[in-house]
């Protein structure tokens, strides 16, 4: 138990839409990260966030995007949803003063 | 960042100790050695992780080579619990908490 939690569990959507999913950490976890996990890989950095600005960010475009809030929650927005947008979206938190990540179990998004 | 290079698979018998191998050949002074593992349907659990000298905490040990590059994460006594895919991770520290996952391990541990 990592006391980091993500919603919805499983998201189906269409090409072409637009989806935001959802990330919630413990307090004082001021540093969110969020990854891509494609069936049989590992996980592919999107970005970071750190008291609510990105710092640090992946090879991908800019429909993704994302927002960290001050109750160390944070979403990750995609839109234009592509086939090959389909995975496991992961989200880690890390608390002040630690390099420690704190993994969710993920939202397993489809895209038809 | 530094690759790194796992192999595939492996499988260990349950009670015994699994000694999971990793080559990281081109990791630089101040990249740190990093070990995660990923359970089916969970997200990636750290391990342990480590500079230059050996670490060991109650999950594992870390045995890094001298020259660094090379590793070996040790589950002492893995149960079936431990089967699970084992990722080993080259972090530089400038790049705050971007971590750069491969294709990792998996770790089949048998009755």
């Known amino acids: 138990e990592t006391g980091v939690t993500q919603s919805p569990t499983h998201l189906i959507k269409t090409r072409g839409q637009q989806v935001t999913l959802r990330c919630s950490s413990q307090?004082?976890?001021?540093?969110v990260s969020w990854y891509q996990q494609a069936l049989g890989q590992g996980p592919q950095f999107i970005f970071q966030?750190?008291?609510?600005?990105?710092?640090g960010r992946g090879n991908f475009p800019p429909r993704f995007s994302g927002l960290q809030f001050p109750n160390y929650s944070s979403e990750l927005n995609v839109n234009a949803l592509e086939l090959d947008d389909s995975a496991l979206y992961l989200c880690a938190s890390t608390p002040s003063g630690s390099d420690e990540q704190y993994f969710g179990p993920g939202t397993r998004l489809t895209v038809t | 960042d530094a690759k790194t290079t796992q192999p595939p698979s492996m499988d260990c018998a349950e009670g015994r100790a699994a000694n999971l191998p990793c080559n990281h050949s081109?990791?630089?002074?101040?990249?740190?050695v990093y070990w995660y593992r990923q359970i089916h349907s969970q997200g990636p659990q750290y391990i342990i992780h480590g500079l230059k000298n050996n670490e060991t905490n109650e999950m594992a040990s870390l045995i890094i080579t001298e020259d660094r590059k090379s590793s070996t994460l040790i589950l002492p006594h893995a149960t079936l619990r431990d089967t699970a895919v084992y990722y080993c991770?080259?972090?530089?520290?400038?790049?705050?908490?971007?971590?750069?996952f491969g294709a990792g391990t998996i770790l089949r541990v048998k009755s």
């Open positions: 966030y750190y008291r609510e600005e990105e710092n």
């Open positions: 307090s004082g976890h001021n540093t």
């Open positions: 991770i080259v972090r530089n520290m400038e790049y705050g908490n971007k971590l750069v």
């Open positions: 081109t990791i630089s002074g101040n990249e740190y």
